[in-house]
């Protein structure tokens, strides 16, 4: 595989990254239908992999540790079923093209987090010069390190 296209998936707009080896040629923030184009652009589905950050391997929302007032809990629990479906969705269509699609768990710990916080510190770790959101910088860091 030539080129890694690694997908944060989201209700609104997905952030996408697409790597060649271990540089990020481009960054993207891009709605559903946008990105399956986006995709197809990419090159040829066999020297493609996609790595799909797997929602689903996000841990509920109840418990004791959460502190949150139940209309906050509520929301929260929406919008990660809504990342979930959306998950999903794109795993599903983009087999069905025959794209190659490796499910990556949400990566963890404090260089995740710093990354994806901190564009300056994203863009000393991945060596990418141009601007990025969140959504971006992890849709690239599960590209590059999932």
Partial sequence: MNITIGIDPDFVKSGVAVIHGKTIIHLESLSFVDMFEYIAAAGPKEEVLIKLENPSA????????????????????????KCKATGSLIQQVLESQGYKVKLVTPLKGSVKR???SSDKYFNQLTG????SNEDKRDAALVALYG
């Fill in 58 to 81: 996000i841990k509920p929302l109840f418990g004791a540790k959460v502190k949150n007032k139940r209309a906050v809990r509520e929301k929260i629990c929406q919008d990660v079923g």
């Fill in 114 to 116: 710093m990354a994806k």
């Fill in 128 to 131: 990418w010069k141009g601007r």
